[in-house]
């Protein structure tokens, strides 16, 4: 057993597996839903948005609550292993994250057919903002395309340029990194404060209405 469970590429694909398999015999054997009905890809678009959401928010939390506020005690010599090996591999993780919980989201508001109306906030309604779930969940959804435009184009190209990620930025210098590393920092705050409401709308769109 330790020969798997040491091995990440074997549990995370496995768990991959076998997380669809209870999902398909669930849906399909248990509720008796069709490959193509709606229900069906419902759930297992519910399934990735909220794997993948939690592959994004669990780094941002340990950005914010464990890497950045423990900086401070770790000697100079030692920062490189940071900087230069954990940063950049959390920061890959944590981007596209984001990235694949923006596209199963918006995926999921497509499926159940109201895309438009909750990124109105419900002004697309008919009357206008008469859907509660819509209007709640459309400011949970632009609360996180905040955050995903944060991490896209705030955060990551400012941690580049701060860790010099591929050594792509060696011509900045000291100030101009830590100029990087701040802007990063703060905008990456943001997005932990914002997490909490933006969490809100998310699970509670479908628990209120
Ligand atoms: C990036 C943009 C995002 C979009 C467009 C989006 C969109 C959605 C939509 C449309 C739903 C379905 C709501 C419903 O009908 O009940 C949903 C549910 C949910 N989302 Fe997001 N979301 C985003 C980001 C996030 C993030 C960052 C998280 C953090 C983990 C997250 C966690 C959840 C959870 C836990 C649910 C509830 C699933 C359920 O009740 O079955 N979402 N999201």
Redesign the pocket.
Known sequence: MAWFLSNIRYVAWTALAVGALFLIYFAMGVAGYAFGDAAFWEAAL?WS??LV??M??GHLYYFNFTQIPNMPKIPDEQKPAIGKVIAPAALFWFRWG?MF??I???L??WN?G?LLQ?LTLGAADDPSFAVG?HVL?GI??WL??V??FNVWFIIWPNQQRALNIDNKFANLDAAAKAAHARTAMLLSRTNTFL?AP??VA??G???LF
Do not use: D, F
């Open positions: 519910r948005h909220v959401g939690i994004w928010i984001a919980t923006l199963t989201g918006l999921l508001a159940q109201y909750a779930k969940i949970g959804m996180a395309i955050m995903w997490s933006m969490l998310m699970t769109a479908s628990t």
